[in-house]
């Protein structure tokens, strides 16, 4: 459905009470460093009753904006030379706009379009804005509110961005006091590297388009039975939903565009899987530690063709490889991988590229559906259109036991996915953009 939405207002909210002087300087991380200049977005969907008032739910989204900056402070400062933040108070971006009349939040959600769902966000994702973050509050005028939240990526990895909600709407309820404070530890973890070169900010490629998927528990435990394997032990291992998902993928892709596509792809074929540090460290960070705390599972792949069991097992062996030996590693700023990204960076802007890439990204089993500001859990929380490329990004449903795939492709590669018939099979279009 085209959705129109109108601003009423744009206004700055600052922190509640200023940042202490010793805190107004916070550096980035050298893991900072090798994410791209994008914002993370989320979309929470309210329903809500007749006797709610918008002006009042508008002043206590401000209101507990306010304060839950007091602890996320970096968030209300300004990033200087891609280095660090001034955490001068100068606030975030906070604007108010009421959706077209003719648009129900049923509607909205019912068959989402990923680029329309974009419209609910208080900025495009690419290029950024001097704000870190941004929250826009929709008004449907039969009722419901949508409210858009984006967090700059440099700052925040996709936990972070989670567990600020989960922090703000406990503010919203007066209960800040029950959850855990943020920590910022990841410059100490992972010092900035002053020579460090490489810009993962997404370049101009040809035009690209998301799709929305749904697969529905019963596909995804049948995707999981077939990709059963045994591991080095030869003892047989069940894949995650996500590891199965991200392997039936990106076989259909391949199965779809290997005649016209993969036949250039003379240099590899990698598949990209990013995993939370946090419990891999030792010893390990809570959930609340807030920061780009992510690195990716590469897996190189021979011919781009390995099927079902063996690309779970090619998969699972990459992500028990950012073990603590590898992380340290990466604490003095030497990625094996960086190499390979660098390479892959210049082969895209010099000849268009050699390499075949698809990167996965996983919110699932994230507290999304505890976003409650004190009128209820979101009836839905969404994604929208995607900055990147030969991207996949994983939600749950609502349910908890779906999974909605947002896959971003160039579009005549998004053809021919869409007829693959193996694809469709298992999944519910539900959305392009």
Known sequence: MKIEVELISKEIVK????????????????????CPNTYNPLVFFYELHDHYDISEISNKIKKSLSEVLTLYYPLAGRVKNDRFVDCNDEGVSY?????????????????????????????????????????????????????????????GDALSCVVFAKTWVAVARGEANQLAHPEFVSAALFPFKDDHVFDPTPMATKKTITKRFVFDASTIEAIRLDYNYKDHDDQPKRPSRVEALSTFIWNRFVAATKDEYL?????????????????????????????????????????????????????????????????????????????????????????????????????????????????????WVSSAALCF????????????????????????????????????????????S
Request: charged share 20%.
């Open 15 to 34: 922190p509640s009470s200023p940042t202490p002087n010793h805190l107004r300087h916070y550096q980035l991380s050298f893991l900072d460093q090798l």
């Open 263 to 379: 036949a250039e792809c003379d240099r590899g074929y990698t598949v990209v899987h990013p995993a939370n540090l946090r419990p891999r460290l030792i010893p390990p960070l809570p959930e609340h530690s807030f920061g780009n705390l992510a690195r990716c599972g590469v897996v190189i792949l021979s011919n781009g063709e390995e099927k079902g069991s063996e690309l779970v097992k090619l998969i699972r062996e990459g992500m028990r490889k950012l073990d603590m030996d590898y992380l340290r590693k990466v604490q003095q700023g030497e990625d094996e991988y960086m190499d390979l990204l660098l390479n892959y960076s210049r082969e895209i802007t010099m000849k268009g590229g050699q390499y075949f890439t698809l990167c996965f990204t996983s919110l699932c089993r994230f507290p999304l559906y505890d976003t409650d500001f004190g009128w209820g859990q979101p009836t």
């Open 95 to 155: 604007t108010v706009a009421r959706v077209n009349s003719t648009c129900r939040l049923s509607d909205a959600i019912k068959n989402p379009l990923p680029s329309e769902l974009s419209k609910f966000l208080p900025f495009e994702l690419l290029p950024t804005t001097e704000f870190a973050l941004g929250v826009q509050l929709n008004i449907f005028e039969h009722g419901g509110i949508a409210i858009g939240l984006c967090i700059l990526h440099k700052l």
């Open 389 to 432: 490329g030969n991207f996949v990004a994983f939600m749950d449903t609502k349910s908890g036991n779906g999974i909605e795939a947002y896959i971003s492709l160039k579009e005549e590669h998004m053809a021919k996915l869409e007829a693959d018939e193996n694809f469709l099979k298992a999944a519910s279009l539900v959305a392009a």
